[in-house]
């Protein structure tokens, strides 16, 4: 039994008015409609939150990402440095 069936078939057992079974609706689809909007906010918070930790999680990545970059890059310049060694080195024998 559903709720509106509840509703209705309290007021008609114990011979409420029409009014009563209106006033009751009213107040169910009244709850329901902040509950809707209760879920709403739940699910647009959820929503940030989620957006915030893929923002951070970017962030974090994009450094690591730097930092391997960074590093790749010195261990080219060692590499450059090593080979421009060599190459001066043989030039000189």
């Given at each position: 039994m559903t709720i509106e069936d509840k509703i209705f078939y309290n007021n008609s057992i114990n011979g409420r008015k029409k009014e009563s079974?209106?006033?009751?609706?009213?107040?169910?689809?009244?709850?329901?409609?902040?509950?809707?909007?209760?879920?709403?906010?739940?699910?647009?918070?959820?929503?940030?939150?989620?957006?915030?930790?893929?923002?951070?999680?970017?962030?974090?990545?994009?450094?690591?990402?730097?930092?391997?970059?960074?590093?790749?890059?010195?261990e080219i310049d060692m590499l450059k440095e090593k080979i421009n060694k060599l190459v001066d080195n043989s030039f000189e024998m």
């Open positions: 079974v209106y006033s009751k609706c009213k107040e169910y689809f009244l709850m329901n409609s902040k509950c809707a909007k209760e879920v709403k906010i739940a699910v647009e918070n959820a929503l940030l939150k989620r957006d915030k930790e893929w923002e951070r999680k970017t962030l974090e990545r994009d450094k690591e990402w730097e930092q391997k970059n960074l590093e790749r890059d010195k």
